[in-house]
């Protein structure tokens, strides 16, 4: 059975669908989620409200793993925009951030999808939580997909880089 959604879990749900759209037209558009374009501006601002809604939220009642991933993303995303200020990075700096941006991306997804293949279809719901099968199975396709994306934008970028 699914948990009933709170008016604040469906603004949530609402917000987290900007970066969800914002970072899939970053990726296609530019092949990376840039933090200084309008879209990866959108995208960041997105994930902010988001992050700092989902903090009202919890099933458990307490701080959980989802608040935790909402820091390590805010955390990647500063990382991601400090990356190109400093400058004993170098070239690397480029590399660092979009590691970092698509890191973020991949963190909103791990909650998103957990919650929802448990709470949809409404009236049985694929999965009943983190640790249900179709859940991990999703959530490693997830890895697969992130370790494979990070492959092709540091190739991309490292080509870009040398011609």
């Known amino acids: 059975m699914t948990h009933p959604i709170s008016t604040l879990g469906a603004i949530h749900t609402a917000l987290s669908i900007i970066p969800v759209v914002a970072g899939l037209v970053a990726f296609v558009r530019y092949g990376r989620i840039d933090p200084g374009s309008a879209v990866g501006k959108a995208y960041i601002a997105g994930m902010v409200v988001s992050i700092l809604t989902s903090f009202g939220l919890s099933s458990a009642g307490h701080f959980n793993a989802g608040h935790a991933l909402g820091i390590v993303a805010l955390l990647a995303m500063l990382a991601a925009v ?5 400058h004993f990075l170098g070239r690397t700096a480029g590399y660092l951030q979009t590691l970092a ?7 909103l997804l791990v909650p998103g999808t957990n919650e929802t293949l448990s709470r949809l279809p409404v009236d049985h719901p694929l999965g009943s939580g983190i640790d249900s099968p179709v859940v991990q199975s999703a959530l ?21 880089r040398r011609n």
């Open 82 to 86: 400090m990356a190109p200020r400093i």
């Open 101 to 107: 941006m698509s890191f973020s991306f991949f963190l």
């Open 140 to 160: 490693k396709g997830l890895v697969v997909l992130f370790l494979l994306g990070i492959a092709y934008q540091m190739f991309a970028l490292f080509r870009q």
